[in-house]
């Protein structure tokens, strides 16, 4: 099965395959892979709370959170894919959200120096302590998943700081630069409960000022949900059986002997 999240994402309009409802099954359907898939003891009561609204016939709730963080698990397989762009695709870095910390962007108390000295740490992390990376000059594009409300200009004025700090050659252009909120036309007003769909969609799908941002939602509200229930599935899919996920193999090998037989993500 070849990727169908490269370069340009999940296949929103596509139908979904044998081997997305499968996995889709598989993981609605086994508490125990649950457990295996996940050692951060931390989260099992989050996963035991999911599980208990599974069982009163909620299966959705789980397939938002994909093994409890789907939004650092994508981050991971877009990393991965980016190695294999088109030589005419933006290098994009996708940041971890445990590089910002809820601290460094509300406490007004915290000194500057002591946010940086954190953000540097977090953004070696983010490169895998790779020494050439680190001043980020290789990348088109650095993209941070933030759901703090107006403390991107927080993020921003620390992000300014760090590419002082490691002498990027376009410090001054950002900051001076504007930060413009983008009005997207298939944006919702009472949808609570995609929004990690939605935000995912948006980080597979922006390429810059290079591409027009287009993420494929119908601007129909029940045909929209109908797509996001779809999409869920797909990325669930996706994530799981990326070369990326160092369990796939214990994903394919336990769906096995449930009987479910899934094919794990090939790439070019």
């Known amino acids: 099965m070849k990727s169908h999240l490269l370069g340009k ?37 989050a996963i035991e709370t999911i599980l208990k609204e599974r069982g009163k016939g909620k299966c959705e709730e789980f397939g938002k959170d994909v093994i409890s963080n789907p939004r650092a698990r994508l981050l991971g397989v877009l990393n991965y894919e980016d190695r294999f762009r088109s030589n005419f695709s933006q290098h994009r870095l996708f940041v971890n959200t445990k590089a910002i910390f809820p601290w460094m962007l509300n406490d007004e108390n915290t000194e500057k120096e002591k946010r940086l000295e954190h953000f540097i740490k977090n953004m070696k992390a983010a490169v895998k302590g790779d020494d050439k990376l680190v001043d980020l000059k290789a990348f088109d594009m650095v993209l941070f998943p933030v759901l703090e409300f107006n403390h991107y200009y927080i993020l921003k004025e620390l992000f300014v700081d760090y590419l002082e700090e490691k002498k990027h050659p376009k410090t001054d252009e ?49 045909k929209k949900l109908t797509e996001l229930k779809r999409l869920r599935k797909k990325m669930v899919a996706h994530i799981l059986l990326s070369p990326a996920n160092v369990l796939r193999e214990k994903v394919v090998d336990e769906a096995l002997k449930k009987g479910k037989v899934v094919a794990p993500v090939q790439y070019f």
């Open 9 to 45: 994402g999940v296949d929103l309009n596509g139908g979904v395959t044998k081997e997305d409802e499968q996995v889709w099954e598989f993981i609605c359907n086994d508490e125990d892979i649950l457990y295996q898939l996940h050692g951060d003891l931390s989260r099992k009561k």
């Open 174 to 222: 950002i900051a001076g630069s504007n930060i413009h909120k983008v009005k997207l036309e298939w944006a919702t007003t009472n949808n609570y409960t995609d929004c990690g769909v939605f935000l995912m969609r948006h980080m597979e799908r922006l390429m810059g000022l290079h591409e027009m941002f287009e993420c494929g939602f119908s601007k129909n509200g029940r």
